[in-house]
């Protein structure tokens, strides 16, 4: 991977060639949305939207091999990794962070984060292990065990983008869509935090301890998502006092809120952080504070303006990847590798769901459980998407000698085996586990608690006593609430100028489908 050559010739054939490259993108991303459109309407759920981007990009390098016009293909196509990291994740992070609904996601706030981050973090481990130990059986190619848990990290990366689709078309239980969306979101940042870590781990082998790899994991984490949360933070403070919220200065409320993700993403890079980490946080924090300090019409542009490049970045992303796949040299000759990891994370997936859902459901009801079947469609959900491809991308630089290229072939591979198989199954493995259908016309269920199977747990007085584990737990969820209590009382009245009764209206508002995430409200 890297810059794409140079067209040789005069100026004028070199911009007539980058025209031609912008109309070939042009060209595959409205047929890429025409035809998600079609398969769309007419309910075929074989062929999802990611699957036919990823397609479309695949055919198109296919038939550029077959003509033997690679060269002038790829000149045309003129795609550079800083153009990924730099304009194109950025959108689809800040869209996860920005369309999340507070009520179910904050509700089932700590099954969420024990999938996400003790989730993560288990498969991460577990696919790291059993890599290493196929390398020292020699059933696939060896790597070094650190080098093999940066694989578990960046290939536990999930994107369940064709499940989310699938739900808001059918409808089904609010509480397993916040459960598959909410760890989808928190996953990409424990990802990229692990995969940093590691990578850090790697690069100073030499006087590294378990001490400092926690303080290395802290680091990158901790200090991205207060990174995030405090530009979060100043960003609504901005438009709260600044008075912009007048029909003269919308275009200027309209363009500063644009530009406070991308600052956020920047300044966590430029001192060395995650970016991903923080623009995430800082979507969370100005969806739930600086959006009510727009004025509505800018609200409406803002939540328009998100959706609309993310889907533009996300349905290329798919796109470049099937045409990188057919495009760029793999190390397909390592079989073994890609057969084995396709074996392992799908162990290392189930090790995931099965043991974090038999954690939370020990300190619920029973009538507030996980049931089997959620816990089947969570394993189901677990497609790779974006951000493996983006870490793969970016471990061909990190490792040497070629095992940065064995990575990226066998999660290339991972991709196009979970997003076209698996993303086209989808449908019909969701209907067997009777998880779909469940919202009313289509759309998820209208009651956060009514119509439900089950409710995020309430951990009263009066139930079962429980060990000393148990009490510490509903310790915990008092200071839940308390910072429930004090977000209402202090934060919000501090950081926005609307009252509950607006942010009630807000949530209640309907969601509109979205590709990635579904969680957004319009005013």
């Excluded at 996980?370 to 970016?394: D, E, T, V």
């Excluded at 290339?412 to 493995?429: D, H, K, N």
């Excluded at 016309?441 to 608690?449: A, C, I, K, T, V």
């Amino acid at each position: 991977m890297g810059t794409s050559p140079a067209v040789g010739g005069s100026p004028a054939k070199e911009q007539q060639a980058a025209g031609v490259g912008i109309l070939l993108q042009i060209m595959m991303l409205v047929l890429s949305f025409v035809l998600g459109h079609v398969l769309r309407r007419h309910k075929f759920y074989y062929l999802p939207e990611a699957s036919a981007s990823l397609l479309i990009g695949l055919i198109v390098g296919v038939l550029a091999n077959i003509s033997d016009t690679e060269t002038s293909i790829r000149a045309w196509f003129n795609f550079h990794e800083e153009f990924f990291f730099l304009f194109l994740l950025p959108p689809i992070i800040f869209q996860s962070g920005f369309s999340l609904s507070p009520k179910p996601f904050f509700s089932n706030f700590g099954a969420i984060v024990t999938f996400a981050i003790l989730g993560t973090l288990i498969a991460s481990v577990v696919t790291g292990v059993l890599v290493y130990i196929g390398g020292r059986l020699y059933l696939m190619y060896g790597l070094p065990f650190v080098e093999c848990l940066m694989f578990g990290a960046l290939i536990s990366a999930t994107d369940p983008v064709t499940v989310l689709s699938i739900f808001q078309e059918l409808g089904t239980d609010v509480n397993l869509y916040a459960l598959v969306f909410g760890e989808s979101v928190l996953n990409d940042a424990m990802a990229i935090s692990l995969y940093r870590t590691t990578s850090l781990v790697r690069n100073h082998a030499s006087g590294q301890n378990f001490f400092m790899v926690i303080v290395r994991f802290l680091e990158t984490f901790v200090g991205s998502m207060s990174a995030g949360v405090g530009v979060g933070f100043v960003s609504a403070l901005l438009f709260k006092y600044a008075g912009l919220d007048v029909d003269n200065l919308q275009n200027l409320e309209c363009c500063l809120f644009v530009l406070f993700p991308y600052f956020s993403y920047m300044l966590a890079e430029g001192i060395g952080l995650s970016g991903i980490v923080s623009i995430l946080f800082t979507a969370i924090v100005m969806k739930h504070y600086t959006y009510s300090n727009l004025s509505e019409n800018s609200q409406r542009f803002a939540s328009a303006f998100f959706h609309l490049i993310s889907s533009l970045a996300e349905t290329f992303t798919f796109i470049y990847m099937g045409f990188d796949i057919a495009m760029e040299k793999h190390s397909w000759s390592h079989v073994g590798f890609i057969s084995f990891s396709v074996l392992f994370i799908v162990v290392a997936r189930a090790a995931n769901v099965f043991s974090c859902a038999y954690l939370v459901n020990l300190f619920r009801p029973v009538q507030q459980k996980i049931p089997l079947n959620h816990q089947k469609a969570l394993w189901y959900s677990g497609l790779r998407g974006a951000m493996a491809f983006a870490l793969a991308l970016q471990s061909v630089h990190d490792l040497p000698e070629g095992h940065g290229q064995i990575i990226f072939t066998a999660t290339t591979a991972i991709i196009v085996l979970t997003v076209l198989l698996i993303g086209g199954s989808t449908g019909t493995m969701l209907e067997a586990l009777q998880v779909v259908g469940d919202g009313r016309d289509g759309q998820l269920g209208e009651s956060f608690e009514g119509n439900n199977r089950y409710v995020a747990p309430s951990y009263n007085e009066d139930g079962p006593s429980g060990n000393r584990f148990k009490m510490k737990l509903k310790e915990f969820h008092k200071r839940t609430s308390s910072f429930s209590a004090l977000d209402k009382n202090y934060l919000t009245p501090f950081f926005t100028s609307q009252n509950e009764n607006d942010d009630d209206e807000e949530d209640d508002q309907p969601m509109p489908s979205s590709r990635r995430g579904g969680f957004m409200t319009n005013r």
